[in-house]
Nanobody, 125 residues
C-alpha cells in the first residue's frame, strides 16, 4: 500500500505562484506514474499533470506553459510548480499514483489506485 500526502496549498493572488508537494510512503517501490488532479466545486475531478518514473510528462491544455510537474524518485516526492495562477485554477488539488510504468498519457482515471487527501488552492484578490 502507498500513502500519499499533499503539502503547499493556500491562498494566492491572481498572477502569483505556488508549489505543491506530494510525499509518498509505504510500498513506494510499486509506484509508477504519478499525477495531480483537481476538483472545483460542482465540477468533475480533472487531470492537471502526470509524470512517469522516467520523467515523461503530460500537462492539461489549460495549464500548459504555466504549470510544471516534476518528481524526485530518491525522495519519493512529486511537485507541481504553478505560475501565473488564475481564479479558475481554484480547486482542491489531489496527488495520485498508479502502479503502471508507462507514459502518463496512456493512463485513464481508473488506473490511479493511490490518492492523497487533497489540498485547497484558492486564487483570489
Amino acid at each position: 500500500q502507498v500513502h500519499l500526502v499533499e503539502f503547499g496549498g493556500g491562498l494566492v493572488q491572481p498572477g502569483g505562484s505556488l508549489r505543491l508537494s506530494c510525499a509518498a510512503s509505504g510500498s513506494t517501490f510499486s509506484l509508477g506514474v504519478m499525477a495531480w488532479f483537481r476538483q472545483a466545486p460542482g465540477n468533475q475531478r480533472e487531470l492537471v499533470a502526470g509524470i512517469s518514473t522516467g520523467g515523461t510528462t503530460q500537462l492539461a491544455d489549460s495549464v500548459e506553459g504555466r504549470f510544471t510537474i516534476s518528481r524526485d524518485n530518491a525522495k519519493n516526492t512529486m511537485y507541481l510548480d504553478m505560475n501565473m495562477l488564475e481564479p479558475q485554477d481554484t480547486a482542491v488539488y489531489y496527488c495520485a499514483g498508479s502502479p503502471q510504468r508507462t507514459a502518463p498519457n496512456r493512463l485513464r482515471y481508473s488506473h490511479y489506485t493511490y490518492w492523497g487527501q487533497g489540498t485547497q488552492v484558492t486564487v483570489s484578490s
